[in-house]
């Protein structure tokens, strides 16, 4: 267990369906990212939060919409999402919400869209 | 804009090899380099952080060297196993206050 644990581990849904991804932190961290990673793509910075605050929202379309109500949980909550964007999705925290202590992982949500 | 590029893509090695991984950026004034480590569907493990004042740091069988002036880092593996199998990935943060920037990836393969 790395101190970043995300829910579920694996989802499939509906193009139509509405679900949640769940990202919790207890190792005092106060800023928590959003990462995509599809197959063979380097990883895809899609939000950051920092002390709650939405820092940078990397140009991802709207069916995805985070939240993140402290600085130890966040949210990403998907509706009518499209084929392509069945891919690993990956949260990280960090001491800032900066590169300055490095980044830790979550293991990651599987997510298939059918 | 900095740009992380990690060659090769993929390697394979019989087990008991010490081998080198690398990982070159476009923009020399990074704040700091870090190495994961990711297992198939799995999330990231970080192996090793490198702050931009450092060169080199070490854990166990790693050694990652830093060299900002010609923009590459290097990950060393000695007496490579079986369970050293995986995807490593390199990331860089140009500054203390920016996000990070990773490389694409060398999937490792490691033959017993």
């Known amino acids: 267990e790395t101190g970043v644990t995300q829910t579920p581990r694996h989802l499939v849904m509906g193009m139509t369906n509405k679900k949640s991804l769940k990202c919790e932190q207890h190792l005092g961290h106060n800023a928590m990212y959003w990462y995509k990673q599809s197959a063979k793509k380097p990883l895809e910075l899609m939000f950051v939060y920092n002390f709650k605050e939405q820092t940078e929202n990397n140009s991802v379309p709207s069916r995805f919409s985070p939240e993140c109500p402290n600085s130890s949980h966040l949210f990403l909550h998907l509706h009518t999402l499209q084929p392509e964007d069945s891919a690993l999705y990956l949260c990280a925290s960090s001491q800032g919400g900066t590169a300055n202590y490095g980044y830790t992982f979550g293991s990651g949500t599987r997510l298939t869209v059918v | 804009k900095q740009e992380v590029t990690q060659i090769p893509a993929a390697l394979s090695v019989p087990e008991g090899e010490n081998l080198v991984l690398n990982c070159s950026f476009t923009?020399?004034?990074?704040?700091?380099l870090q190495w994961f480590r990711q297992d198939p569907g799995k999330g990231l493990t970080s192996l090793l952080l490198i702050q931009s004042s450092q060169r080199e740091q070490t854990s166990g069988r790693l050694n990652a060297s830093l060299d900002k002036s010609s923009g590459r880092s290097t990950l060393y593996i000695a007496a490579s196993q079986p369970g050293d199998s995986a995807t490593y990935l390199c990331?860089?943060?140009?500054?203390?206050?920016?996000?990070?920037?990773f490389g694409p990836g060398t999937s490792l393969s490691v033959i017993p």
């Open positions: 990331a860089v943060g140009k500054t203390s206050y920016d996000k990070v920037i």
């Open positions: 923009d020399s004034a990074i704040y700091n």
